[in-house]
């Protein structure tokens, strides 16, 4: 791959779709949390959990990302 820059990299793209995604359910997490009451007793525990598995995709797509860029 030539060095065109990152944005011509499409799994630049990816990789920060999954970051975003990220940020989102982790936005909704503490949204819930600070508002408290009826939805965070019902909904904290499966927003964690899709936080966690939205986390580890985004940390395996960066990584096959650097490894990539290096010439892996």
């Not at 007793?41 to 940390?59: C, D, E, L, T």
């Amino acid at each position: 791959m030539n060095d065109n820059g990152l944005a011509s990299d499409p799994l630049f793209w990816v990789v920060a779709a999954a970051t975003l995604g990220v940020l989102v359910i982790l936005m909704i997490g503490i949204g819930g949390f600070a508002k408290g009451g009826e939805f965070n007793r019902k909904h904290a525990n499966r927003i964690m959990r899709y936080r966690i598995a939205a986390q580890f995709v985004a940390v395996l797509l960066i990584l096959l990302f650097v490894w990539l860029r290096r010439g892996g």
